[in-house]
């Protein structure tokens, strides 16, 4: 495995490669990163992990500076899954004075996590953008926890005509329900038991429809008392293009969850 | 030479070259296109040509609807040019509901053409973003014509990190030295006349410039005085990545001019 911090010397080593898998991230990996990197190492011949914690999607007064940077803990992650090359990049290695910038769609990049973290996904495009054209993998994964991402991901490919193959890995989840997700590690102990009401909240979701239940409302209402004694961002169903339904379509629909624990955001949702 | 008008049947035709010139164009195609194409022809294997009339670029009260539309001769030029490919979409092959956009850069996509067409470039970028992805050419050829086009794509490849060689091309000029230009066809033939100022004041700046004179603002109002029939724009010197410079850099620096005659919007320049 080698460390790469120049896009020039990670394309010097890609250059000839046909089987380039890719995994994204900024760093902090946990299991939920692992299942994103065994996906990878099993359907390519060579795997690329970048880690690169990217100012431009974080909003003033989030947690930028703050964010877990663990790197020698996340190399030996790397190693251990047989991956070949971790892209260290610089801030000054991807980004330039006066950049064009990418803005999410009107719609679906400033709903749900776009209405409360406004910008966030454009900043998100731009680095993952940059990222697919340095590495070309065939392949690049990403997590469904963070689903819009992922629908916003899969929709800038569509059109800007790029060539990688997108690819979903479900959510992993702690053995208490909890999703996992670096920020956990910010939540005290008791406010790790009261954010279990989010995996519950999402269990009651796909109970009632698996009974028969589809009206979105009736489920998000269910759903809203069993999170009650949590703040609350938001509770919705949408279709997996992310367009409002009121009715749960099934193989085609994702519940949806951000609530805050203290001072920790955390999001959550189930396929459905 | 094929017509091709879905993205599926370019990139099949494409798959396997490892030589594809490409030149983007809106079609209305004159010799300076022809220049373009001549270069694509003599560098590379294969030779795609694009004829698209951009929507998105055009703004608000611009001349879309009645931009120049001549496909039957277009096509005869690029046949006798000796061109492979021309690529024909329909504004529904590229472009999706709910799209992401471009935004381009903040300072050098607003000054002078930005100014005067404020969001002009950001429609742009967003559809030579897409052909490049689209051709995946090795080389794609652009007119110096539009200079401050050129120096946004040439960014824009940087920043977003594509694989293609961006080829900068001469102006070609009428044997009146007017540049040549879709939008000349609207000039009445008084028009034409007065339209000469452009080239003329452009020789006075140069030759200012081989005179000795360095000072942008000397030359500049040299330039004015010469284009006081017009209804004028701007006149600027900039350095080719068209930061502002009070002093001309000998081989860094563009000489721009922005006119209007009539109804007919003109821009021209000098590379010194």
Do not use: W
């Amino acid at each position: 495995m080698e460390v790469i911090t120049r896009v020039a010397d990670l394309r010097n080593r890609l250059d000839k490669e046909s089987s380039v898998g890719f995994v994204p991230t900024m760093g902090a990996l946990h299991n939920g990163h692992k299942a994103l990197i065994d996906r990878a190492r099993a359907e390519n011949r060579v795997v690329v992990v970048s880690i690169f914690v990217n100012p431009t999607q974080f909003l003033e007064g989030e947690d930028f500076s703050k964010y877990p940077r663990t790197f020698d803990k996340d190399r030996e992650v790397c190693r251990l899954s047989g991956v070949d090359y971790i892209f260290l990049p610089d801030v000054d290695e991807v980004y330039f004075s006066d950049e064009l910038s990418i803005l999410a769609p009107k719609e679906r990049g400033f709903t749900l996590e776009g209405f409360h973290r406004i910008g966030h996904f454009n900043g998100m495009l731009q680095i993952v953008l940059k990222l697919l054209n340095i590495v070309q993998p065939q392949n690049a994964y990403f997590g469904k926890k963070d689903a819009q991402q992922l629908a916003l991901i899969q929709q800038m490919v569509k059109e800007l005509f790029l060539r990688v193959n997108i690819v979903p890995v479900d959510i992993i989840r702690d053995r208490d329900g909890l999703a996992l997700s670096s920020r956990n590690r910010y939540l005290s102990h008791s406010e790790r038991d009261r954010a279990l009401a989010i995996p519950k909240s999402l269990e009651i979701g796909s109970k009632l429809i698996m009974s028969g239940e589809r009206s979105t409302s009736v489920i998000i209402n269910r759903m809203l008392n069993a999170l009650q004694e949590l703040d609350i961002d938001y509770v919705e169903i949408v279709r997996r293009d992310f367009q409002n339904i009121e009715s749960v379509e099934i193989g085609n629909s994702i519940i949806l969850v951000a609530v805050r624990v203290g001072n920790t955001r955390l999001i959550d949702n189930m396929f459905v």
